[in-house]
């Protein structure tokens, strides 16, 4: 196991150099805006990106445990509005032990991007797959867990000029409910809820070829940000015992010409969610702008069905 | 599940470890610059973090009031394919002015952006 272990970080490393040497450019792009690969909530748009990963550390979990959680993301695109993302990685409790969470693929669709506006839309299906958690999540969730979800953001670039320095502003929200296949497991219930999100962002990249130029190479790549997420319970909550759990996540986003780097902290919003403050950092490549037949859709003239696809 | 983050990233290590620097077109830098002051720009120079294609690439200027400005025809420089330059081919008045762009890529991705600057009198 350990020579598995070596090959895993082996790979992962030459993956993560391979990208490294890659330049691409962030761009959910609507318009004049980019809207950046944000951590708590999607961004509104669809694209070849990869997040690599994706790690963070709670002091006390809602369980009262220390928790580590590593994930990546992979979406690829079908058509220019349609796309496909996988995505899973390990959890670390103490006391808890560890495991891999359960394989999520989530279907992806641009509905709408006005570019005057600086407004894009687009709708998803996640499927969280019953039996591919090993670990601590092996015996987790008998059933898959289904979650419908929208997605959309909104730049403040149209604000009159006397607001011209409001104009790098801009929010995103995504809202889901999260269902799982079955009620009830082996008399435990399953517990159903609506994901809730939003972030409030200020690009100065927008700022630097907007509004006034930056001198300074690197604050004119910072975004920053704060993402807030809340997780309701809907269905089954109270039989559960499970209450409202969120986080408030201020941080900033480093926007380079070949990856974005996000750092943010993890203030729990109830006492439900856990206490003390913790953090979380992402790793995001944007494939789409590298000519080698994986970044762009497989079908990239879409079918006719509908915008995009 | 180890053993499919160890395919996912050898597939990807060894797709992506030979590409080329190719991405949209963000506005670096302009000359006048975004939100500047100058005194008679000849001609409006934008900087792009990519190649683009002059033919497709148009830029627009608009003065005080809001009346189109005539410009020449945009080039990229000859050594520097993310370099547009638009030459001004009458001296600008003193006020505030607007400029507007839509490039495309050398790999056919689209931006567009907006950005003032004043001439002073």
């Not at chain 1, 015996?139 to 149209?158: D, E, H, I, K, R």
């Amino acid at each position: 196991m350990p020579t598995l272990k070596i090959r895993s970080a082996g790979a992962l490393l030459s993956a993560a150099v391979a990208l490294w040497l890659t330049p691409a450019y962030p761009h959910a792009v609507c318009g004049a805006r980019t809207f950046p690969a944000t951590i708590a909530i999607d961004d509104p748009g669809v694209l070849d990106e990869l997040t690599l990963p994706t790690v963070s550390y709670v002091p006390f979990n809602s369980d009262g445990a220390h928790e580590w959680d590593a994930s990546f993301s992979w979406t690829k695109t079908i058509t220019p509005g349609l796309s496909v993302v996988i995505g899973s990685g390990p959890t670390w409790e103490h006391p808890g032990g560890y495991g891999w969470n359960a394989l999520d693929t989530e279907l992806q669709w641009q509905a709408l991007c006005i570019p005057d506006a600086e407004f894009m839309m687009k709708f998803g299906f996640d499927i969280s797959w019953a039996g591919t958690g090993t670990g601590t999540f092996e015996g987790t969730g008998g059933q898959n867990t289904y979650s419908p979800l929208v997605v959309a953001g909104l730049g403040f670039g149209t604000l009159p000029q006397s607001l011209k320095y409001l104009r790098p502003f801009a929010i995103t929200a995504e809202f889901s409910t999260s269902t799982p296949g079955q009620d009830w497991t082996n008399g435990n219930p399953n517990v159903s809820t609506f994901n809730w999100g939003f972030t409030l962002q200020y690009s100065l990249p927008y700022f630097n070829s907007q509004v006034a130029a930056i001198d300074n190479d690197f604050l004119k790549r910072l975004i920053p940000i704060a993402e807030f997420a809340f997780q309701t319970p809907i269905h089954n909550g109270a039989a559960a015992g499970v209450t409202q759990t969120g986080y408030f996540q201020p941080g900033v986003i480093y926007e380079a010409d070949k990856w974005q780097f996000a750092l943010e902290a993890m203030i729990p919003m109830t006492g439900a969610t856990g206490h003390g403050a913790g953090v979380v950092g992402s790793l995001d490549f944007y494939l789409d702008d590298i000519p080698n037949r994986i970044d762009e859709p497989i079908f990239p003239h879409g079918f006719g069905i509908a915008p995009g696809i | 599940m180890r053993a499919f983050s160890v395919k996912i990233s050898l597939f990807l290590a060894l797709a992506l470890a030979a590409t080329q620097a190719l991405a949209h077109a963000q506005l670096e830098k302009a000359s006048p610059a975004v939100g500047g002051t100058v005194s008679r720009p000849s001609e409006i120079r934008l900087t792009f973090s990519e190649g683009v294609e002059p033919r497709f690439t148009n830029v627009s200027l608009t003065g005080p009031g809001g009346a189109a400005v005539p410009l020449g025809a945009a080039k990229t420089e000859p050594n520097n394919q993310a370099v547009l330059i638009a030459p001004i081919t009458k001296p600008l008045a003193a006020g505030v002015y607007t400029v507007h762009w839509h490039a495309v890529s050398v790999d056919t991705h689209h931006t567009q952006g907006t950005f003032e600057f004043t001439v002073k009198p």
